[in-house]
């Protein structure tokens, strides 16, 4: 099939599924299937684009074996070790990213689930930061209850973050110490408790096509809003340190036919910009609509905030956060 006239089918309404033959989007020419993405992101998202900017609140010493992460105690980096943050430290990263325009500010800590002292830290901090700023809070905290989730949520958090990494028939390869299934039901929680649920993964971790696509389609069937797209970073000391890194011709074919199969979700760009060209202006081209921002979780970013507003306003997108608009 013509991919501009899928695209037009889908901005019409068409949604596809797993009954539908998804393995043209492997073959296809890629210079379409972007133009096609790109086609559909400006119909069903618009130009905003979504910025967003993490602290990595707790850092190291996870007990799980998820094999790309440089946090895990099951591996030997040099990450950075430190327990929760003092709230004062948090705030002030909160109040620049603020200052300098982004739309949402996330604390994001190391672990299966934080301990009960740091969570209770993490949500005052939150109550801090939504009575102090107008920035829109997230969290990215592991494996939480429904209590927990709706504690966060009435301490100003609207967005929580948890990704499912890869397909579900991938990840016994990529972690042992919990499963896709824990994931998707942590996903349906944030759901429920009527939070934007922001999930995506990590290609280039050794899996196949098919991988990308199974994943793609579940988190359609979950209804995903936020989608984070990495391109692994191999970091030294992981049993990833020795995998290919991906091409950009890759990693604008994924997030295409993401697009297309999550047509009104933000395909959110992340770890990995250093792959791109002029850090993934191609990507914005080719059905991106969303990208983390400022710096990054544990790899090195080279864009930064001011760079990809400006780079995003040459190509005549909207980066300006609603609680600005809202001030106008």
């Not at 948090?90 to 982004?102: D, F, P, Q, S, Y």
Request: aromatic fraction near 6%; charge should be negative; glycine fraction near 6%.
């Amino acid at each position: 099939m013509n991919m501009l006239t899928l695209a037009d089918e889908i901005i019409a309404g068409r949604r596809l599924t797993r009954q539908d033959d998804l393995k043209e989007f492997l073959t296809c020419d890629l210079k379409e299937l972007c133009q096609g993405a790109d086609r559909i992101r400006a119909h069903l998202v618009g130009d905003k684009v979504d910025l967003c900017s993490i602290i990595n609140g707790r850092s190291g010493r996870c007990p799980e074996d998820c094999k790309y992460c440089a946090q895990s105690a099951h591996h030997h980096t040099d990450c950075e070790v430190y327990d929760f943050l003092p709230e004062e430290d948090i705030l002030a990263a909160c109040k620049l990213n603020e200052r300098e325009g982004v739309d949402r500010f996330s604390i994001v800590t190391a672990g299966r689930a934080p301990t009960k002292g740091d969570f209770q830290k993490a949500v005052h901090a939150f109550q801090t930061m939504r009575d102090t700023c107008k920035i829109d809070l997230c969290a990215s905290m592991g494996f939480l209850t429904a209590e927990q989730l709706h504690q966060l949520h009435e301490a100003g958090v609207t967005s929580y973050h948890h990704n499912i990494e890869t397909s579900r028939r991938n990840f016994p390869n990529i972690c042992t110490t919990h499963t896709y299934e824990q994931k998707i039901e942590t996903l349906k929680l944030v759901k429920a408790e009527g939070m934007c649920a922001c999930s995506g993964g990590i290609i280039g971790m050794g899996e196949t096509w098919e991988d990308r696509l199974d994943m793609a389609v579940s988190l359609a069937e979950l209804g995903i809003d936020s989608i984070p797209l990495n391109a692994l970073m191999p970091i030294p000391g992981t049993p990833l340190e020795h995998l290919p890194q991906l091409t950009e011709e890759d990693i604008l074919r994924t997030i295409a036919f993401f697009r297309y199969i999550n047509p009104e979700a933000n395909i959110r760009l992340a770890a990995g910009r250093a792959l791109l060209t002029r850090d993934g202006e191609l990507a914005f081209q080719s059905g991106a609509s969303a990208t983390i921002t400022g710096n990054m979780l544990t790899t090195a970013a080279c864009a930064t905030i001011r760079s990809d507003k400006q780079m995003l306003e040459r190509l005549g997108r909207d980066v300006t956060p609603d609680y600005l608009k809202n001030e106008a």
